[in-house]
């Protein structure tokens, strides 16, 4: 009997659930559906923005690059740390208090129209196409493992997510964040504790690891890494800290919820970037040719180190729980991106283009459900396409296209908060110039190039994708972000039309969010509802204990059950007392 399959399914049927559930608290407005009205507590938020920065790609190519190159893989995970305290200290508040219901609102206040509808038109298609790479990656990966059909995974996946985007809106995908941060943080830490027992102790994986642990094999010139690390915490900080993803901290309740959200993620992040690499860490000491065990991943075969660990180490149910994780870490991007989509479609193009300021709530309710049909069935006919292609140039060019886009659109939606007297035109032409800067880095200024600078002409191939990084990261915080700022010298007041708008937009920003009258209600129902949905999730792990096991592996289960109820309990405790 295949008790992958059993904990797979149940994960899914869970997930199903949380839509049921939280589908009364999204029908009653637009604003319920798109944010949860801004009404949730900061512990939900927290779980959100955390699980928006956390992909399958953590437990795959992450723990394939722990598995080689030892610590230096943490160094993307502690500049997400620092980003979101300084997100804690500054910009999670800032943005609750922008006081819109998506991001594009926001970007019509503190710019204008046109650059609404630009970033609307520019955001939506590249989220699609984001999300059907997501989608791809982790079917090719769950196919490899359970030989299932690609196109199968692909549609009941895809399909999962829609479901819970559409009937619940951002009360259930932020409920669904919430218990798949759980099921992450029970398979990260049971897999962390078996593989330190296993290989002796924390710091025998130090001593034992087959290359220098801090700084890994291939790296004539370290400093590179340094220079790599400091670049990242500037990109993340962009990537955390802007307005196309302030979405997050839109949904809680008062600018205080959304301050310890940020720190919660935070604080999620670098206790979490310590735990998921362990046994990727000790596989590299128990199971150094795991990288070959998974040669139909061609490639991209390291990647599948935790489901070897999983496989080997861990008792029967385990690899059903980590790609229950891996379906996790995928679908909390997709469906924050769900909808996120229907509702800039929605407020900034269906209702004040389509229907130019005509349409009544309800009918942007239903035109928002609608948009995320379309999004959802876009996004897995993208993924679908992308398994057709025979040609990898096509899908490396199709890459290419989101990567020349990504990065500039963040340069003018995270320093525009600071430097706000541009013209009408900076924002897009940011963007646009952003893009020539793109293609330069990778037709231009090649980690070779520039490396030649130097007199360094024996770059390994880890130097080059490390010294890569740092270019492009480089080339945008100088070239991007300066072209941004010396718009300012063609800034007149008196030839701005929004000038009124913008002053009002910023002086909000200021002014602290103040929970709505009745806000307790709703905050017991939070507590309540998601009490119960972790209670049938510990109820359902109880019975991995009745998988035939070793007395040790059912022990580990009834720890992480327990573990799981107890918390279950104690929110549906604070229901009632609070």
């Known amino acids: ?131 059907g790479v997501w989608l791809n990656g982790l079917s090719v990966f769950a196919s490899a493992v359970f030989n299932a059909d690609i196109v199968l995974t692909i549609w009941v996946t895809g399909l999962a997510v829609l479901i819970i985007s559409l009937l619940s809106g951002a009360w259930g995908v932020v409920a669904s964040d919430f218990i798949q941060a759980l099921v992450i943080a029970v398979i990260s830490i049971a897999c962390a504790v078996v593989a330190i027992f296993m290989v002796g102790g924390p710091t025998e994986i130090i001593t034992k690891f087959p290359s220098d642990f801090f700084i890994g094999p291939d790296m004539n010139y370290p400093l590179l890494i340094v220079c790599s690390f400091l670049f990242f915490v500037v990109k993340q900080f962009q990537s955390i800290n802007n307005m196309q993803d302030s979405y ?120 928002g459900q609608v948009a995320c049909v379309i999004n959802g069935l876009l996004v897995i006919l993208v993924a679908q396409f992308f398994t057709s292609l025979k040609e990898i140039s096509l899908f490396d060019l199709m890459m290419q296209v989101t990567t020349l886009l990504q990065s500039p659109i963040l340069v003018p939606l995270c320093f525009g908060i600071f430097i ?73 007041e008196e030839k701005n039309p929004c000038k009124e708008i913008q002053e009002e937009f910023f002086k909000e920003f200021e002014i602290e969010c103040i929970s709505e009258e009745g806000q307790d209600v709703v905050d017991k129902m939070q507590r309540q509802k998601l009490g119960n949905l972790v209670v049938i999730m510990g109820i359902g792990l109880f019975g991995m204990v009745l998988i035939p096991n070793p007395l040790w592996g059912r022990g580990l289960f009834f720890a992480c059950a327990a573990s799981i109820l107890l918390m279950g309990y104690l929110l549906k405790k604070s229901a009632e007392t609070k």
């Open 1 to 131: 009997m295949n008790y992958d399959y059993l904990v797979i399914v149940g994960y899914f049927i869970l997930m199903i659930l949380i839509s049921v559930i939280f589908k009364k608290m999204a029908s009653n407005s637009t604003s319920d559906y798109f944010r949860g009205g801004g009404k949730m507590l900061w512990w939900m938020v927290g779980a959100t923005a955390f699980m928006t920065q956390f992909s399958a790609w953590t437990f795959t190519g992450a723990a394939g690059k722990a598995f080689t190159d030892g610590f230096a893989v943490i160094g993307l995970f502690i500049a997400n740390t620092l980003a979101y305290f300084v997100s804690y200290l500054y910009f999670a508040k800032r943005f609750r208090q922008m006081r819109v219901d998506t991001p594009t609102e926001a970007i019509r206040r503190r710019f204008d129209p046109t650059n609404e509808q630009f970033f609307t038109w520019v955001i939506i298609p590249l989220s699609i196409i984001s999300g």
């Open 248 to 367: 997050r901290f839109l949904n809680a309740k008062d600018s205080k919820n959304a301050s310890k959200a940020a720190l919660f993620a935070g604080l999620m992040m670098l206790i979490g970037a310590v735990i998921w690499f362990i046994p990727p860490w000790a596989s590299a000491i128990l199971y150094p040719d795991a990288a070959s065990q998974y040669p139909n991943l061609g490639n991209k075969a390291r990647d599948a180190v935790y489901l070897v660990f999983a496989r080997e180490a861990m008792p029967l149910g385990t690899v059903g729980l980590l790609m229950a994780g891996l379906f996790a870490a995928t679908m909390s991007s997709m469906d924050s991106a769900l909808n996120r989509n229907s509702g800039i479609f929605v407020r900034s193009f269906y209702a004040n283009i389509v229907r130019k300021g005509n349409a009544s709530d309800r009918e942007q309710l239903r035109a």
């Open 420 to 492: 706000r007297k541009t013209p009408k035109w900076a924002p897009w032409a940011t963007v646009v110039f952003g893009a020539f800067i793109s293609y330069l880095t990778i037709e231009l200024f090649t980690p070779q190039w520039v490396a030649s600078w130097f007199g360094i002409d024996n770059l390994t191939g880890r130097e080059v994708s490390e010294l890569r990084t740092t270019i492009t990261i480089a080339a945008h915080l100088i070239f991007t972000a300066g072209f941004f700022w010396m718009t300012t010298l063609f800034y007149k």
